[in-house]
């Protein structure tokens, strides 16, 4: 069975519900503390995860502290390999700031996840929205491979996940989109609320130029099961719970498995 | 119209203050500077009043300085700042957001409550202590070198994507 990797630093908030999501769709998952590179170098796994929560309290910038641990050492070298690698919200702040996304540069830093910008309103935002994934995604990302390009909803719960980068990078960006915000229809997200944060192009998560790295926002593991998706929302996935029998909503998968199961199915789990 | 800034610091040692010289530390610079002061700056352009307003506004809303856990001062630039060691070369760097929902909504929410306050300006003042003998200009490098984050291991207070730095000498 393959064996996924969830790097917990302190403050990390989301590693259990990560890792069982991982062993849910095939995925063996293991915790690694932050410090236990040598425990880590020892049991090389086939793919790693940052998950989310406030690594080192966000101290100076949300993720800056933890991409300078040495086992994001380790973890740049695996994702250099080709391994693929996520970061989920916190994980994902972290991805930036080690320079692994983007990654023209690899360890150069290139783009920022700066705080929200939404009218009337400064810092957390927790709440659903819609994605769709970016033109090159599905080919090339592992974790996205499974999706079939309609819009779905994730969670999200952040202070500081607007992607922004220089002016000179804006077009050599868009092939390196993982997903954007839309309407719950589809279509492009024309600023708030759609676009909960003002991320420039609709950006929800950021892929390298080989697509095993993927900085996301939202919360896939949040949103792995039917009966975490609120019963009042609007599409397919609100349709899908209020129609669900109470032992189809415990048991079937919500929108975020999708996923751990394009990793699956890349790792090769039947 | 008068620019009154003013810093607002813990009380208690600031654990971001802590945890930055220890992530200095362990860059293992030729030079690190030895002490570490982390400070809001809330910078202020008032149509009148200058000093009295900004009081008032400070006494009115805790969001900017909570008096349980925080103390501020005027701050003006190349003064020396309370609970600074004098004994050191301090350089002061100030990194604020390009755009940042913090200052636009401080300052419509002044201008709707009847404060004479034009625009707010929010950013986060580092004061670097180095060794005393210290070369000023020296200083101010290994300073601004610190306070870019141009690599994964090199800098450290602001992303030069989304973030400015200018000196508080």
New interface residues.
């Given amino acids: 069975m393959p064996c996924a990797a969830v790097i917990r630093f302190p403050g990390s908030n989301c590693e259990f519900e990560t890792a069982r999501v991982l062993r849910n769709s095939g995925i063996d998952s293991r915790i690694y503390n932050w410090n236990e590179i040598g425990r880590l170098s020892d049991n090389k796994a086939d793919a790693y995860v940052l998950p989310g929560g406030f690594s080192?309290?966000d101290?100076?910038?949300a993720g800056?502290?933890a991409?300078?641990e040495n086992i994001?050492d380790f973890v740049?070298e695996e994702a250099m390999n080709g391994k693929p690698v996520l970061g989920i919200c916190n994980g994902a702040q972290v991805l930036i700031?080690?320079?692994l996304v983007p990654g023209w540069k690899p360890?150069?830093?290139?783009?920022?996840l700066?705080?929200?910008?939404?009218p009337?309103?400064?810092?957390y935002l927790s709440r659903w929205v819609y994605l769709k994934p970016g033109k090159e995604a599905v080919a090339k990302c592992p974790w996205l491979s499974a999706l079939e390009g309609d819009a779905f909803p994730l969670p999200i719960a952040h202070a500081e996940g607007r992607f922004?980068?220089?002016e000179e990078d804006m077009d050599k960006v868009k092939s390196h989109i993982g997903l954007t915000y839309c309407t719950p229809d589809g279509s492009a997200a024309d600023g708030w609320p759609d676009n909960p944060n003002?991320s420039v192009l609709n950006i929800a998560a950021l892929m390298n130029a080989e697509g095993n790295v993927l900085a996301m926002m939202p919360h896939p593991e949040r949103s792995y099961h039917l009966w975490q998706v609120p019963p009042d929302m609007q599409g397919f996935w609100g349709d899908k719970r209020r129609n669900s029998s109470l032992k189809d909503i415990e048991e079937q998968p919500g929108p975020g498995a999708i996923i751990f199961k394009g990793l699956a199915k890349y790792l090769g789990v039947k | 119209m008068e620019k009154v800034q003013i810093a607002v610091r813990l009380i208690t040692p600031d654990?971001?203050a802590v945890?930055?010289l220890n992530?200095v530390k362990?860059?293992r610079l030729q030079m690190p500077p030895l002490k570490i002061h982390r400070y809001d700056l809330w910078e202020f352009e008032t149509a009148e009043g200058g000093r009295k307003t900004i009081s008032e506004v400070v006494d009115h809303f805790t969001d900017i300085v909570n008096p349980n856990k925080q103390t501020w001062i005027f701050a003006e630039e190349g003064t020396v700042l309370t609970a600074e060691d004098s004994e050191l070369q301090w350089v002061g760097i100030v990194i604020r957001?390009y755009?940042?929902?913090?200052s636009g909504?401080w300052t419509?929410l002044l201008k709707r409550r009847g404060f004479p306050v034009d625009s707010v300006r929010w950013g986060v003042l580092w004061r670097l202590g180095y060794l005393k003998n210290t070369d000023e200009a020296l200083a101010r490098k290994m300073a601004l070198d610190l306070a870019v984050?141009?690599?994964?291991?090199g800098g450290?207070?602001?992303?030069?994507?989304?973030?400015e730095v200018s000196f508080w000498i």
């Avoid at chain 1, 700066?114 to 939404?118: E, F, K, P």
């Fill in positions: 080192f309290q101290r100076i910038r800056v502290i991409s300078r994001m740049f700031e080690s320079g360890g150069s830093v290139q783009g920022a700066a705080g929200n910008l939404a009337g309103r400064s810092g922004v980068f220089r003002g | 654990p971001a945890t930055a992530t362990a860059m957001d755009e940042d929902s913090v909504n419509g984050s141009q690599t994964r291991t450290l207070f602001s992303n030069p994507v989304s973030q």
